[in-house]
């Protein structure tokens, strides 16, 4: 339901971040939406509308660059030969998009040949889980592992290798976090993290270099122009950026997918019946139940938002969720639909920094929720709502406790 009086600044703030809104943020999203654009401090807004979402994203006068102060006089050069900032999504042109393109090169065709493994890969999880009836946490026993083995697999990782990258992406997650949300030990850790990522990664670079192989990583050492190939420091970037963006966020998907699905007993029963109407269902979680609820830029020119002007350094806060739920855009915006025509939501952002791996999430989730739909006889929820994690911008169910009667079928063997 959605009310017409604006809800103050910082009551906004406390109830976006408050743990107990979590299982379900829809109806504080309704209410912020009913202003095109909030104020939630001195120089932060929050803009919670399709139609503005969708410009602002991409609006060259926000920059995605994050706050902190990157180089110094020692610091390494990029490719471009400034100082080096990190990962391309906090980049912006020129030089996000030749680190961008050089990754895309490598990455589409390699998706393009991977619906096959992907849905082997389910299958083989599904087995493991056992045939008799049961309890099975969707999140540790699908939606977990399934995007770790899919990346290992993209940029040539051996299997035996598998855990040590399902660890790293576990930990380095964390810093996903607002920093202001995390313990000096929690913060510590990180750092230690992030060295032992590129303590492992170096070496793996490193051999790819004196041999290389037909992976992702090698393509990206040795194709293209050798004047704008990414350097070592920025490869690791990338390879850091491709474990991080596309792991919890793909783990949510399909949790809430599944979480979706068996609180729509009909829609599962049709896809059930049906995997072909997978494609629409992924596409409708993705509006209803976003894995990435929010996205921030940074302004570096005034710009007006609903009538408000942003004032450069200002901080802009695009609450992608909310988007998806609104009335302006969607007709009945809390139905879960999978039918819904003209679904353009904003689950994978937009512009610039739309997302790399949108085709693959797609594939890993369509593979996933199928073989669910299929496999498991008679699924209920156990908990519902099940516990959350704790992190607002990346939300998704800690655990998916589901019953069920048994698992059939067996998975074909991956080739
Ligand atoms: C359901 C799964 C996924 C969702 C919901 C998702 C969502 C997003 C969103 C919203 C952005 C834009 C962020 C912004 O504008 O600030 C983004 C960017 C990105 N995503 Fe994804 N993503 C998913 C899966 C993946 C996968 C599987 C990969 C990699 C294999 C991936 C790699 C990236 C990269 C590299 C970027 C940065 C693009 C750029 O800056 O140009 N994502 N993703």
């Known amino acids: 339901m959605t009310t017409t009086a604006p809800l103050p600044a910082a009551a906004a703030y406390g109830r976006l971040m408050d743990q107990a809104n979590r299982h379900d943020p829809y109806p504080l999203f309704a209410e912020l939406a009913a202003e095109p654009v909030q104020r939630l401090d001195a120089h932060t807004w929050l803009v919670a509308r399709h139609t503005d979402i969708a410009r602002l994203l991409r609006d060259p006068r926000l920059s995605a660059r994050d706050d902190a102060p990157h180089g110094g006089p020692d ?40 619906r096959p493994h992907i849905e082997a890969a389910v299958g083989q999880l599904l087995d493991a889980a056992g045939g008799g009836p049961g309890r099975l946490d969707i999140v540790e026993s699908v939606a977990y592992p399934l995007p770790v083995g899919v990346i290992c ?17 576990t930990r380095l997650t964390r810093g996903l976090d607002p920093v202001e949300s995390l313990s000096a ?48 420091l920025e490869l690791g970037a990338t390879l850091g950026l491709l474990l991080i963006a596309g792991h919890e966020t793909t783990v949510n998907l399909v949790a809430n997918g599944t979480l979706a699905l068996l609180r729509h007993p009909d829609v599962l029963a049709r896809l059930r019946a049906d995997p072909g109407l997978a494609p629409a269902v992924v596409e409708e979680v993705l509006r209803f ?60 952002g937009g512009g610039v920094h739309y997302c790399v791996g949108a085709a693959l999430a797609r594939m890993e989730a369509q593979a996933a929720l199928s073989a669910i739909a299929t496999r498991l006889t008679a699924p209920r929820l156990v908990a519902d709502p099940p516990p959350y994690r704790p992190t607002m911008l990346l939300r998704g169910p800690r655990e998916l406790l589901v019953d069920h009667d048994g698992i059939t079928g067996r998975a074909p063997a991956s080739g």
Do not use: C, K
């Open 185 to 232: 030990r929690q913060i510590a850790d990180l750092e230690v993290t992030r060295r032992d990522w590129r303590a492992y990664l170096l070496p793996m670079i490193a051999r790819r270099q004196a041999d290389p192989g037909a992976d992702l990583i090698s393509g990206l050492l040795t194709e293209g122009d050798p004047a704008h190939r990414m350097n070592t």
């Open 289 to 348: 139940d976003p894995p990435v609820q929010m996205t921030g830029r940074h302004a570096t020119a005034p710009i007006q938002v609903g009538g408000q002007t942003v004032e450069p350094g200002d901080r802009v806060l695009l609450l992608l969720a909310a988007g998806n739920r609104d009335p302006l855009r969607f007709p009945d915006p809390d139905r879960f639909w999978p039918e819904r025509p003209d679904n353009a939501h904003l689950a994978f």
């Open 153 to 169: 697999e993209l940029l040539g990782v051996p299997r035996e290798e598998e855990p040590v990258f399902h660890s790293f992406a």
């Open 75 to 114: 610091a390494p050069l990029g490719s471009d030969g400034l100082p080096f900032a990190g990962p391309f999504l906090s980049l912006d042109p020129p030089h996000h998009d030749t680190l961008r393109e050089q990754t895309m090169h490598q990455l589409v065709p390699r998706i393009l040949g991977m």
